[in-house]
Nanobody, 117 residues
Framework: QVQLVESGGGLVQPGGSLRLSCAAS????????LEWYRQAPGKESELVAT???????NYADSVKGRFTISRENAKNTVYLQMNSLKSEDTAVYYC???????????WGQGTQVTVSS
């Protein structure tokens, strides 16, 4: 069983930065694909960023050039550095881990990000 715990959310002014962290339990972190999703009120969930076990990354067009996903296997942690934040980035952000050996997905509890002046 894998448990994910996100942290780092909060209130920030437009143009500001936040770094989200997601710490995972278990022993499959290094082979997992990790993703960040977000869901704003009244909107569908959006895939924000992906990082594979081989460190390949992909981003939603809406965050390219502003967000950076990274992973630290030694700490079983994935990060989302968010810069130049906009009001439309306001959402609950969720960490997702995909275990390729069992084709299973795991989700964190989410962390609120609010961008407002």
């Amino acid at each position: 069983q894998v448990q994910l715990v996100e942290s780092g959310g909060g209130l920030v002014q437009p143009g500001g930065s936040l770094r989200l962290s997601c710490a995972a339990s278990g022993s499959i972190f290094s082979i997992a694909t990790l993703e960040w999703y977000r869901q704003a009120p009244g909107k569908e969930s959006e895939l924000v960023a992906t990082i594979t076990s081989g460190y390949r990354t992909n981003y939603a067009d809406s965050v390219k050039g502003r967000f950076t996903i990274s992973r630290e296997n030694a700490k079983n942690t994935v990060y989302l550095q968010m810069n130049s934040l906009k009001s439309e980035d306001t959402a609950v952000y969720y960490c997702n881990l995909y275990n390729p050996t069992r084709s299973l997905y795991y989700w964190g509890q989410g962390t609120q990000v609010t961008v407002s002046s």
